[in-house]
């Protein structure tokens, strides 16, 4: 086997495709030999990317709205692979939380994850395709001042195995659950929650990890990759914690 883990002739879709771990997956896809679909909201951004890859090209898509998304599945043919990667923050703990941003984290986190899988299920199984979601390490524990975030995360493990059980021949589902990842979204988090102590934050967020550094985008997404490929065909209901050892220590 000389080139394993290869994508060919295989239709990617990934939300929240045109930056951070979404861009990088994208990158990796293509570089595969899969053709991808980057849909984001971020219409510019999303068509910048696709114009620098091969055999990529640009949607524009709020996953929260159940029309946008059934007329983004409207026009496509056939799917292989589905990367459900989009997904927002909100830091605070229960006392500090909005009932409007509660509802707002699961509108996007679950709903939309939720409204775009049920959209692709039946090209998915035309294709016995699978299915990556990327959940955190905050769906498996507890991090402080994240309570509504932990909660949307928790659902997306759930609904990763839910689905594995109710579909165990016809399809593949598998989470993945990084820790921090150096990407723009760190990047926001800093920017609006400690303007004035970047460096000093980031420093504690590299310590975070007993690996001692924040993770990368692109090992994201080479393990989205491993379970998008044939060599992954015995792995379904499975969550891969990405995180190192954030969740060993």
Known sequence: MDHPFRLDGRVALVTGGASGIGEAICRVFTSAGAKVII????????????????????????????????????????????????????????????????????QVNVEGMFLVTRQAMPLLIASRGSIVNIGSVAGLIGVKKRYAYCATKGAVVAMTRQLAVDYPTEIRVNCICPGTVDTPFVEGYLEK?????????????????????????????????YLSSAEAGFVTGAVYTIDGGWTAA
């Open 39 to 106: 849909v984001d909201v971020d219409e510019a951004r999303a068509c910048k990317l696709a114009s620098e890859l091969p055999n990529a090209t640009a949607r524009r898509c709020d996953i929260t709205d159940e029309r946008a998304v059934k007329d983004l599945f409207d026009t496509i043919e056939k799917l292989d692979v589905l990367v459900n990667n989009a997904g927002i923050g909100l830091v605070g703990g229960i006392e500090q939380t909005e009932l409007e941003d509660f509802r707002r984290l699961f």
């Open 193 to 225: 929650y400690h303007k004035h102590e970047k460096e000093k934050v980031r420093a504690e967020l590299n310590q975070r990890q007993p690996i001692g550094r924040l993770g990368r985008p692109e090992e994201i997404a080479h393990l989205a990759l």
